[in-house]
């Protein structure tokens, strides 16, 4: 099993390493598009409703929509041009191509949510509301969360790729260190009934090891300053904080649900969406305070 696990998981971050080597081509935003069709397949089927193709097509064309286009759109808007007779009108570029992506992405948001409500309507003795909205609320809240991977490599020309592998880090750091920590002096559960084997220390210790690794992260690659150190340190403990939050989210619905695990992609480690749980919380957060701050 845990040969499996390593196994794995070694081909999983050597796929991984191959998106992020070509991360400023539309290879991301397929790749991101990609994860969250598998994704949605993996929670639609959590509610049954993965083999009712017309919900199941909605919930996919929506969710590969949003980071095919923000990918396509913001590149047109990195490499389109700049300089014209004098006068700099790279921003003018970017607010309409940002503008035409907000458009396109509500229509077709509405679009598969008017085929959802239609296929509700003719098979109402089948599917009960909690699905439907369970799958409007999948739909819309996964791809856009995901799509920040997109986002927060965009966001930095020259820094994107270092602030999107932090992005990640954010959530899969605090896992490893609240294991470890767990592992070794773990006594005290922290939701027993939810995830039996998540214990209050692991959590402080997957809090202080994230936002240790990034006060040193960013205090190495942009240069030290107290503030810059201070800002990465509190970015890395809620990061953390919130990657728990969604372990423990998506973990209460695979309970409540009856399932081990959303899929079996990943051999050892279940499916994506039990791989990118804490990822769906953190990304977005992480966004936030990168927005907010700057590069602190």
């Avoid at 196994?7 to 935003?29: E, K, N, R, W």
């Avoid at 949003?66 to 007779?85: C, D, F, H, N, R």
């Avoid at 239609?118 to 856009?144: C, D, G, N, S």
């Avoid at 240790?212 to 107290?226: C, K, M, N, R």
């Amino acid at each position: 099993m845990m040969l499996t696990r390593i196994i794995s998981g070694a081909v999983g971050v050597v796929l991984l390493g191959a998106v992020l080597f070509f991360h400023d081509t539309i290879v991301l935003p397929i790749a991101v598009a990609a994860i969250i069709a598998v994704m949605l397949f993996e929670l639609l089927r959590a509610v049954k409703l993965h083999k009712c193709i017309p919900i199941l097509l909605a919930a996919e064309v929506c969710g590969i929509a949003v980071p095919t286009l923000y990918g396509y759109l913001t590149k047109l808007s990195i490499a389109g041009p700049v300089y014209e007779e004098g006068n700099v009108h790279h921003d003018f570029h970017a607010w309409r191509l940002a503008d035409d992506y907000n458009i396109y992405v509500f229509g077709i948001v509405l679009l598969c949510a008017f085929v959802v409500f239609i296929t509700w309507l003719k098979k109402h003795k089948e599917i009960r509301y909690e699905q439907v909205f369970f799958v409007l609320a999948v739909m819309i809240l996964v791809p856009q969360a995901m799509n920040t991977m997109v986002r927060i490599e965009r966001y930095d020309s020259k820094n994107g790729l270092f602030l999107l592998i932090m992005g990640l880090c954010g959530a899969w750091i605090a896992d490893t260190g609240a294991y470890f920590t767990g592992v070794a002096i773990g006594k005290h559960k922290l939701c027993p009934e939810i995830s039996p084997k998540k214990t209050i220390e692991g959590l402080v210790g997957g809090i202080l090891t994230t936002a240790i690794a990034y006060a040193v992260a960013f205090s190495l690659y942009y240069g030290f300053t107290g503030k810059r150190a201070a800002v990465a340190f509190i970015t890395g403990a809620v990061c953390a904080v919130i990657g728990t939050v969604g372990d423990l989210s998506a973990s209460m619905v695979k309970r409540q649900i009856g399932f081990k695990d959303y899929g079996k992609i990943m051999p050892g480690h279940g499916g994506l969406m039990d791989r990118f749980d804490s990822v769906l919380f953190v990304l977005p957060t992480f966004y936030v305070f990168i927005t907010i701050f700057g590069v602190f």
